[in-house]
């Protein structure tokens, strides 16, 4: 089953402006990651951020994690038409099976030139 | 490139028939992921090597099954194949056990399956 659903589904913007996508949990996690994957292609790290960790920055890329809302979110400025992706959370869980990184279903984003 | 292969990229093959999809990990990581990805389930997580013993299990049918061997590459075989087995299967390594970091993906199998 999905442990991270992203928010939303789908997102279209211009070159030059921000984007923000959404990604909500139902667990306790150890850390979520952010991925991105290029149509039909292998899914590429972003950025990790720790249960501890409330903010990260990597480039134009900015997460934050609330875990007290279980939920995270990516912010993608001044994007780019090469952003044109899927990008997905993943969450692993607290304990448990530490081998089982879950996705979400992802958000296909859009830049248009 | 992540340094994880997958062969083949493309695969066709008929209902019932068994497949068998490999995977070489990136240089040092001793743990190797299957993921399978479809339009209407998403990304699922099939199952985990870890330096040759099988670590954790996700949603994996029982018509499939999965192994590392002890150059570390793994094979993932489908076999009974049905129209639904149909999707992009990733493999992915990461160094460690316990995989709290992150992990590289290869480029994928498509299967399709007629």
């Known amino acids: 089953s999905q442990q991270g659903e992203e928010d939303p589904q789908a997102l279209s913007i211009q070159e030059g402006e921000n984007a923000t996508m959404n990604c909500s949990y139902k667990?306790?996690?150890?850390?979520l990651q952010w991925y991105r994957q290029n149509s039909g292609r292998g899914l590429v790290h972003l950025i990790l951020?720790?249960?501890?960790?409330r903010e990260k920055h990597s480039g134009r890329l900015r997460v934050t994690l609330d875990t007290s809302k279980k939920s995270s979110s990516l912010l993608i400025t001044a994007s780019r038409a090469a952003d044109t992706a899927s990008y997905f959370c993943?969450?692993?869980?607290?304990?448990?099976?530490?081998?089982?990184?879950?996705f979400g279903k992802g958000t296909k984003l859009s830049v248009k030139p | 490139d992540s340094g994880v292969t997958q062969t083949p990229k493309h695969l066709i093959t008929a209902t019932g028939q068994r497949v068998t999809l490999r995977c070489s990990p990136r240089s040092g990581d001793l743990s190797v992921y299957w993921y399978q990805q479809s339009l209407d389930q998403g990304l699922q997580f099939l199952i985990q090597y870890y330096n040759g013993e099988e670590r954790a299990k996700g949603n994996i049918l029982e018509r499939f099954s999965a192994q590392q061997f002890p150059d570390l590459h793994s094979e993932l075989n489908l076999s009974s194949l049905e129209l639904g087995d149909s999707a992009l299967y990733f493999c992915a390594s990461s160094v460690s056990r316990t995989g709290s970091e992150k992990l590289f993906f290869g480029s994928g199998t498509q299967l399709s399956v007629l």
């Open positions: 993943a969450t692993r869980a607290a304990g448990g099976s530490q081998g089982n990184l879950i």
């Open positions: 667990t306790s996690i150890n850390n």
């Open positions: 951020i720790r249960s501890n960790e």
